[in-house]
């Protein structure tokens, strides 16, 4: 009796399958990992950069398309069939195909011109991605590189709607792991941590921050919840103290011009002296709770176009540059 009910489902699943449109959007498919990842079409949606409305349609086209039902409502959330979990599975399998396609085709035609859109956030931005851009040019003067400045939650958001091609981040939260099927992770080592204080601060002369010092301190800190702000917290906490933070910038400059004025103190990243403006004195700080792991992720399979390689040698030997 089970063997034959297994048998029925088998049966079943395959049927649903045979009915596949094989022109299926490509858009559809990242909408349905979305949803699979996320739980939720507003936050499918909203990772793909589309309204809730028009993740809606997509998904019932989709379903016609299959000719199976593949989610049910499970309170807030949707849950997907047998049939969704199958071409869940093989949903990831086929974009990592076409994007293993794209870069055979690239490298046959001869080339690895083109365009290359890469993303980060300010501070990498300037200490890693534009030395190792001015490293990508000279190997290929004729790839176009686009740089977006974007925010950590943006960003890998961003790489699987297609609209980076490559994302220079930081370890948090939602930090992909190795195994993750959507993308292909390389590390670029870890980021400088300095303390940033007004330059009168009576500890600005310090040759190595005491975090404890300032545990009374009013703090300036990113916005809240992003990766900045999770590395502050976890190194006050290893110091024994949750910051006091009283203000909040999106921006490194106006963080820094914050301290300057006299308003607080911040942990900051290995940002340029340029940046850096009159009235600050930033101290080295190093603790295993305050060590920012750096990253280049791409989507599973674009690794393969000559482009993509290219960019992750270029980023993977300025990184090495920057640590010797």
Known sequence: MLAASIHEYKRNVM?????????????????????????????????????????????????????????EADGRKLRFTDAGKVLVEHAYQLLAQVERARGDVRAASGGELGELTVGSYSSLICSLLIPATDVLHGWHPRLRVNIREVTSPDSLAGLASGELDVVVDVEAQDTPTIDDPRYTRMPLGTEDIELALPADHPLASESTADLAAHAAADWVSTMDGDACDQL??????????????????????????????????????????????????????????ARRHVYAAVRRGSEARPAVQACLSALGEQATAAAG
């Open 232 to 289: 502050l917290r976890a190194a006050c906490a290893a110091a024994g103290f949750n910051p006091i933070i009283r203000h909040r910038a999106s921006d490194w400059r106006t963080v820094l011009a914050l301290v300057a004025a006299g308003r607080g103190v911040a942990l900051v990243p290995g940002v340029t002296p340029a940046l850096v403006p009159a009235g600050v004195s930033l101290v080295p700080f190093d603790s295993p709770a």
């Open 15 to 71: 049927a649903s399958i045979d009915k596949l449109n094989f022109m299926i959007d490509l858009a559809r498919l990242r909408l349905l990992i979305a949803l699979h990842e996320l739980g939720t079409l507003h936050a499918a949606a909203a990772s793909l950069h589309v309204s809730a409305s028009a993740a809606s349609q997509q998904l019932a086209t989709l379903t016609r398309e299959v000719g199976a039902t593949l989610t």
